[in-house]
């Protein structure tokens, strides 16, 4: 009932910027906290943004000060803004989303609804 779609991922020079989108859509009600995730090769997936629906963010300390997560909320969709971007952001990256819905007369909240992942690549 609900799906999440990315978009924005590509190849970049270091130091060159991208801008990744999360709209959500289905039979949505709400959406609380959203979220960045990245994977890169070897590695385990690593939160790198998340925003609340008070608009409250968290940043994972590699990105402070370079990444920027917004969100507009009439559209459902999820923004991360990156900037001065370095070889080690190469990763897939992950849209994460907290959603309540409805499913057919019923309410229901999934916690961890995902992304299907778009790529990253930075040139150095």
């Known amino acids: 009932q609900v799906q999440l779609v990315e978009s924005g991922g590509g190849l970049v020079q270091a130091g060159g910027s991208l801008r990744l989108s999360c709209a959500a859509s289905g039979s949505i009600i709400s959406i609380n906290t959203m979220g960045w995730y990245r994977q890169a090769p070897g590695k385990q997936r690593e939160l790198v943004a998340a925003?609340?629906?008070?608009?409250?963010?968290t940043y994972a300390d590699s990105v402070k000060g370079r990444f920027t997560i917004s969100r507009d909320n009439a559209k459902n969709t999820v923004y991360l803004q990156m900037n001065r971007l370095k070889p080690e952001d190469t990763a897939v990256y992950y849209c994460?989303?907290?959603?309540?819905?409805?499913?057919?007369?019923?309410?229901?909240?999934?916690?961890?609804?995902w992304g299907q992942g778009t790529q990253v690549t930075v040139s150095s």
């Open positions: 994460n989303e907290a959603i309540r819905y409805y499913s057919g007369l019923n309410i229901r909240t999934k916690p961890d609804y």
């Open positions: 925003i609340t629906s008070a608009g409250t963010t």
